[in-house]
């Protein structure tokens, strides 16, 4: 298993997380008919939250990131990339699990919306997340606390 650690994230992993979410949802958003250069990265920089967002590094270098952004009746888990390098390496999961072990601990319900077909399907179920609805596009889930 690869070493990894999460830190904060500041105003100047903007770019490394845009660039990052083209990548990842390239062929997801190229299936479904929506993958548009700019938007991608512009979407990922309008909702830009550091102070809700974790980066994720290898060997002190840039991996990936995840935010957890508090709604007013659970939390909405974001933006969890990956570099495609590091996927299916058991990074995904760990840092998953550390978010829910912190929302398990405070009593929290976490949210998520992942595109249709996307393989991160999985990942979320294996971890009790739940389909409460879907559209064309997105696939909304979520996971009660333990």
Do not use: K
């Amino acid at each position: 298993m690869v070493s990894w650690d999460v830190r904060a994230a500041s105003e100047v992993d903007v770019e490394a997380v845009a660039e990052l979410r083209a990548v990842v949802l390239r062929a997801d958003l190229e299936r479904l008919g929506r993958y548009d250069e700019q938007r991608v990265r512009q979407r990922l920089r309008d909702g830009f939250d550091p102070a809700c967002t974790q980066v994720i590094e290898v060997d002190s270098a840039f991996a990936g990131c995840v935010a957890l952004r508090p709604a007013e009746d659970a939390h909405w888990l974001e933006h969890f990339y990956l570099a495609p390098r590091l996927q299916g390496s058991g990074i995904g999961s760990g840092v998953l699990r550390l978010l829910l072990e912190q929302c398990d601990r405070d009593g929290l319900l976490v949210r998520l919306n992942v595109l249709q077909g996307s393989p991160a399907l999985r990942l979320y179920e294996r971890h009790g997340f739940f389909i409460e609805s879907e559209d064309p596009v997105d696939i909304f889930m979520a996971r009660q606390p333990a």
